[in-house]
């Protein structure tokens, strides 16, 4: 079993930066891809990104490539996503999740079914 903890979510401008943090327990989070979602209300889960176990391979949803950077410090267990230049349709619960699967490419992490952990989110609120 694995427990994430999000954080470093909040209220912020358009335009504006946050970083979230994504602690996860255990001795396995070296070998656990990991990913970001977000969820607004009335909405569908939606990819964000995604990172492989070594951090050596990421993937990004479109709408955010450029401007959000996943990363991950395998030492301290935790996984980040810097997010800049911030839209109010960006306003939602970000998720972390974790993957035990194994899959060559990174890209079929961006689907919510291939992930076994899930966090209970961190709030983003972008205010225009």
């Known amino acids: 079993q694995v427990l994430l903890v999000e954080s470093g979510g909040g209220l912020v401008q358009a335009g504006g930066s946050l970083r979230l943090s994504c602690a996860a327990s255990?001795?396995?989070?070296?070998?656990?891809?990991m990913g970001w979602f977000r969820q607004a209300p009335g909405q569908d889960r939606e990819f964000v990104a995604t990172i492989s176990w070594t951090g050596g391979s990421t993937y990004y949803a479109d709408s955010v490539k450029g401007r959000f950077t996943i990363s991950r410090d395998n030492t301290n267990n935790t996984v980040y996503l810097q997010m800049n230049s911030l839209k109010p349709e960006e306003t939602a619960v970000y998720y972390c999740?974790?993957?035990?699967?194994?899959?060559?490419?990174?890209?079929?992490?961006?689907?919510?079914?291939?992930?076994?952990?899930w966090g209970q989110g961190t709030q983003v609120t972008v205010s225009s």
């Open positions: 255990g001795r396995k989070f070296g070998t656990y891809a």
């Open positions: 999740a974790a993957s035990r699967r194994k899959y060559y490419g990174v890209t079929a992490y961006q689907y919510a079914n291939e992930y076994d952990y």
